[in-house]
Nanobody, 114 residues
């Protein structure tokens, strides 16, 4: 299983970003996809997760400002981040959970700064 995250970058406060994660080497249905983020010295935290039928769950830090979506045919998961704040600065990772196994992508840096 390979996960390739992309879409990070530098954005001004109040701006938006769309992160993408491409999965390969896996049957995409029947799993949970998630986005997590991590800053130095802190534990990785859940940003959002989504199951195969599209039902989503959001972490408190981004609730109301983000949308997670998946395209099962393309084996993609997306994270739309809006109204970004400096405290959203982190490395964002995608994760696939399937049959008790977790697989992580390499992470993409999001920096929110003026």
């Amino acid at each position: 299983v390979q996960l390739q995250a992309s879409g990070g970058g530098l954005v001004q406060p109040g701006g938006s970003l769309r992160l993408s994660c491409a999965a390969s080497g896996v049957i995409f249905g029947g799993n949970v996809m998630g986005w997590y983020r991590q800053t130095p010295g802190k534990q990785r935290e859940l940003v959002a997760s989504i199951i195969s039928n599209g039902a989503a769950n959001y972490g408190d830090s981004v609730k109301g400002r983000s949308t997670i979506a998946r395209d099962n045919a393309k084996k993609m998961v997306y994270l739309q981040l809006n109204s970004l704040k400096p405290e959203d600065t982190a490395v964002y990772y995608c994760k696939l959970s399937f049959r008790g196994q977790d697989y992580w992508g390499q992470g993409t840096q999001v920096t929110v700064s003026s």
